[in-house]
T-cell receptor, first 114, second 113 residues
Framework: DAGVTQSPTHLIKTRGQQVTLRCSPK?????VSWYQQALGQGPQFIFQ???????QRGNFPDRFSGHQFPNYSSELNVNALLLGDSALYLC?????????????FGPGTRLTVL | KQEVTQIPAALSVPEGENLVLNCSFT??????LQWFRQDPGKGLTSLLL?????REQTSGRLNASLDKSSGRSTLYIAASQPGDSATYLC????????????FGAGTILRVKS
């Protein structure tokens, strides 16, 4: 049973560019959350998708947007990249949040903005 | 706004020592608290999850306690091993819609052989 997978593993972009990160949830999971982890910090919640809709959002600007597909996979898009967007982006999947507390994290995508 | 603090920020101990990691949170309205392990540049592995109604959870050499009213949790690691070297993160799930987690900055643990 495949766990949570993310692609790409590493990514280098320049300021002002746009980036798309991808996440496939664990088999059977329908909820995907995205987190940003800056170096030396704990992960910060960006947003959560359930049934193809944004269900919950953290304190991130509109430059950060997402999408969930019918197969429950998800994308995180970041526009107008800033140097401060350099971080490890983690995806977590779970069942319906009202039913389960257990979240499974992927290995992350390391984004470097130059 | 929920804030999670972890002390110490870093810890270096000799192999075999018992150790305690501390976590505090500002708002006691939580559903649960989790401890995660993160190896350098990697994702998170869940170690223990304590529901708000529970006082502690144990898994092998790990024991986590929760005092919700005082906003504190501890992770006890018995007989530490070099393979325990990693960053340990504490996270709470606020008692609100959805299951987002609020994380602390972590404790970097190094166990010397």
């Amino acid at each position: 049973d495949a766990g949570v997978t993310q692609s790409p593993t590493h990514l280098i972009k320049t300021r002002g560019q746009q980036v798309t990160l991808r996440c496939s949830p664990k088999s059977g999971h329908d909820t995907v959350s995205w987190y940003q982890q800056a170096l030396g910090q704990g992960p910060q919640f960006i947003f959560q998708y359930y049934e193809e809709e944004e269900r919950q959002r953290g304190n991130f600007p509109d430059r950060f947007s997402g999408h969930q597909f019918p197969n429950y996979s998800s994308e995180l898009n970041v526009n107008a990249l800033l140097l401060g967007d350099s971080a490890l982006y983690l995806c977590a999947s779970s069942l319906d949040p009202d039913l389960s507390d257990t979240q499974y994290f992927g290995p992350g995508t390391r984004l470097t903005v130059l | 706004k929920q804030e999670v603090t972890q002390i110490p920020a870093a810890l270096s101990v000799p192999e075999g020592e018992n150790l305690v990691l501390n976590c505090s949170f500002t708002d006691s309205a939580i559903y649960n608290l989790q401890w995660f392990r993160q190896d350098p540049g990697k994702g998170l592995t869940s170690l223990l999850l304590i529901q708000s109604s529970q006082r502690e959870q144990t898994s092998g050499r790990l024991n986590a306690s929760l005092d919700k009213s005082s906003g504190r949790s501890t992770l006890y690691i018995a007989a530490s091993q070099p393979g325990d070297s990693a960053t340990y993160l504490c996270a709470v799930r606020p008692a609100e819609y959805g299951n987002k987690l609020v994380f602390g900055a972590g404790t970097i643990l190094r166990v010397k052989s």
